[in-house]
Nanobody, 127 residues
Framework: QVQLVESGGGLVQAGGSLRLSCAAS????????MGWFRQAPGKEREFVAA????????YYGDSVKGRFTISRDNAKNTVYLQMNSLKPEDTAVYYC????????????????????WGQGTQVTVSS
């Protein structure tokens, strides 16, 4: 049974930082592309960042580029999202997701192409 468990969310002031973690089990972690998405109240789930299996390529949403960094540790079956210079508009539930197969640059940003999802962790940025 595949499980993705996010942690590290919380309340932070604008300009602060948080590091999210997603621990995966029940899958061959190194064979999966891993992504982070977020969903604010009343909005659609949006792409935040993703990393392909080999960790050589990373992708970011325009709103987080230059502030967020995705990384993975295949030995620990864990993917991370370092979030710096946080803004109130970053407030959302953040979800970790796993995707089989080699993704195109477009597919890796598409939430419908992901196979497994975590339950999410709340990030709240106060102004």
């Amino acid at each position: 049974q595949v499980q993705l468990v996010e942690s590290g969310g919380g309340l932070v002031q604008a300009g602060g930082s948080l590091r999210l973690s997603c621990a995966a089990s029940g899958l061959t972690f190194s064979s999966y592309a891993m992504g982070w998405f977020r969903q604010a109240p009343g909005k659609e789930r949006e792409f935040v960042a993703a990393m392909i299996r080999s960790s050589s390529s990373t992708y970011y949403g325009d709103s987080v580029k230059g502030r967020f960094t995705i990384s993975r540790d295949n030995a620990k079956n864990t993917v991370y999202l370092q979030m710096n210079s946080l803004k109130p508009e970053d407030t959302a539930v953040y979800y970790c997701a796993a995707r089989r197969g080699p993704p195109t640059a477009q597919a890796i940003r598409d939430k419908s192409t992901y196979d497994y999802w975590g339950q999410g962790t709340q990030v709240t940025v106060s102004s």
